[in-house]
């Protein structure tokens, strides 16, 4: 009797196919989780690395996670060849399907694209104070996909490249210089240069303010009882929020020590000639009581002589 050798010869491919193919899975599993923990790793020691370096604060975070996401990358393409996958044909499959790709993570593509484009332009680095789109806060970090921000009291913002790129970015502390500006309101009845006099004195001598260009105070406008007076200074851009605070202070201070008086509304009586009538006619006046009999003064009795 003949002894069934093709069920045996299938029976041990099966077994040296799923042998193999176990293999490959392991060192597949084996190569993924050494190349996450190794992009980990080195993103944090090329962070270290790039700090010493004298590279502008902006571009060191991206370059570090742009070398982590290159490590990731060799490795599925590393996990790929152990199940047999050619690169070369990935790699076209993959150009193929790119405008397919391009069109389903069309949003994160836009953040990498301004990402990348708020880099080169660089409205905005890493330690500015800036407001886009009515939030305020200092730029922490910029990053492919997102941006960071804290506020002034320190809550933590992430906002999306794109929304960035397309809304208006205002910097506070780009330029050296900003100006401080805030209005001073005064009793008309006061001598408005000695007023002035008082005021730029007291921004003078404050050690924020900056020679060039000098401070300045103008009437701003002159109302009913007040003359408001707007003083204007240059300060250090880092130094604007201590500065203001201090200059309102003293310039109060100066001015109470210059006796000059703050603003006080007046009231002024008012005469109108209008027909009498039941609402307009003035109230009568309450007549006074009779005395009583027993406070009507008595005439004195005439003393006898004796």
Not at 233 to 251: C, G, H, L, P, T
């Amino acid at each position: 009797m003949a002894v069934p050798a093709p069920q045996t010869s299938l029976m041990q491919s099966l077994d040296v196919l799923l042998i193999d193919g176990g293999f490959h899975l392991v060192e597949a599993i084996v190569i993924l989780c050494v190349g996450w923990v190794l992009a980990t790793y080195i993103k944090r020691w090329a962070r270290l690395g790039l700090a010493r370096l004298p590279l502008d604060v902006t571009l060191k975070p991206l370059l570090a996670e742009l070398i982590r996401y290159v490590i990731l990358m060799i490795t599925l393409l590393l996990v790929l060849e152990q199940f047999g996958v050619q690169t070369a044909s990935l790699i076209a499959v993959l150009g193929a399907a790119g405008l397919a790709i391009g069109l389903a993570i069309q949003g994160t593509l836009s953040n990498v694209a301004s990402g990348v484009m708020l880099l080169i332009l660089r409205p905005f680095r890493v330690g500015h104070f800036v407001e886009i789109g009515g939030q305020q806060g200092t730029v922490r970090e910029i990053g492919l996909f997102t941006t960071v921000m804290t506020t002034r009291d320190h809550i933590y913002v992430s906002m999306p490249n794109s929304s960035i790129f397309s809304a208006i970015i205002i910097n506070y502390t780009r330029e050296p210089l900003r100006r401080v500006k805030f209005e001073v309101p005064v009793d008309r009845a006061n001598d408005l240069d000695k007023v002035e006099k008082t005021i730029l004195a007291a921004l003078a001598a404050n050690r924020f303010c900056i020679e060039k260009p000098e401070p300045t105070v103008v009437v701003r406008e002159l109302q009913e009882y007040t003359a408001v007076m707007r003083a204007r200074a240059f300060v250090r851009s880092n130094d604007y929020w201590q500065a203001i605070y201090a200059m309102q202070k003293e310039v109060q201070a100066a001015l109470n020590g210059a006796e000059i008086l703050l603003p006080v509304n007046r009231q002024a009586p008012v005469v109108r000639n209008e027909p009498l009538s039941p609402l307009t006619a003035p109230a009568p006046l309450a007549e006074a009581p009779a005395p009583a009999l027993s406070q009507v003064a008595r005439p004195a009795a005439p003393r006898s002589a004796h």
